[in-house]
């Protein structure tokens, strides 16, 4: 008797989101999706994938949308990366996005129980997705570890503050103590996404909307989030002018 192979898909430990529709980039995402516009010499989306998978992080899950297809056909299983890429396709699945956090919750099923969140459309290429940081993240008692970079100047008054200690802050918008911005570069918990905490059940299957900032803020009144500053190399690529910026350097 012939037995066909068990298939068993690997949790992914990297989660890219890539399934925003780009508004201010337009008319450059009209056509394109904002993670596949170039930059010095390949897709923004690449320089991730490649910084990543050079960390040994392989297994990988892509959220879609807009023009999801061509995210795809660009990036196709990851093979030619030396990873594997599964995707979360929301855009076939309910017709839009859902958000930051109601794209993670979808997603939440095929990731691993600790992760690698970071944005499609921000360009890093100096960034280390360590494997010390990781293992160091997943044996703490923290929710979620982020990266924060100095204030850029469509940014000037940052998004979150950080304590000597290395506590992640929930600053209200009139303090005077300084914050950073959070570089969408950062390790969570499976659990930093439990229904107890959002609302949604893990693959969020009515496919509710839902942002990351206010878990976060969440997770940060109860001291269980940790950030350091990363001063590298790091554009948020949200317009054209920027994107040519970045291709004239």
């Avoid at 929301?90 to 979808?106: C, N, Q, Y």
């Avoid at 939440?108 to 890093?124: K, M, S, Y």
Wanted: aromatic share 8%.
């Amino acid at each position: 008797m012939n037995h066909q192979p068990i298939h068993i898909t690997p949790q992914a430990t990297v989660m890219i989101l890539a399934a925003g529709r780009g508004e201010r980039m337009r008319p450059l995402t009209d056509m394109c999706p904002k993670p596949m516009l170039v930059v010095r010499g390949k897709p923004l989306i690449e320089w991730h994938i490649e910084a990543l998978a050079l960390q040994g992080n392989q297994d990988m899950l892509v959220n879609t949308a807009w023009l999801g297809s061509q995210i795809e056909q660009g990036l196709q299983d990851g093979s030619q990366f030396k990873t594997h890429i599964q995707y979360s396709r929301e855009g076939v699945d309910f017709g839009r996005a859902l958000e930051t956090a109601g794209g993670i919750i979808r997603a939440l099923p095929l990731l691993a129980d600790t992760f690698w969140l970071v944005a499609g459309d921000v360009f890093a290429p100096d960034f280390v997705f360590s494997k010390a940081a990781y293992n160091a993240f997943a044996s703490s008692d923290m929710q979620a570890h982020l990266w924060l970079v100095p204030n850029p100047e469509h940014n000037p008054k940052g998004d979150f503050g950080l304590d000597g200690k290395g506590l992640a802050l929930n600053l209200p918008k009139e303090s005077d103590e300084p914050k950073w911005t959070y570089s969408t570069i950062g390790l969570y918990k499976k659990s930093f996404f439990e229904m107890s905490k959002t609302g949604i059940p893990a693959g969020n299957p009515h496919g509710v909307k839902a942002a990351l900032a206010p878990l976060l803020r969440a997770a940060m009144d109860k001291r269980l989030v940790t950030a350091e500053v990363y001063t590298g190399d790091w554009t948020d690529v949200g317009t054209p002018e920027r994107l040519r910026e970045l291709n004239n350097f």
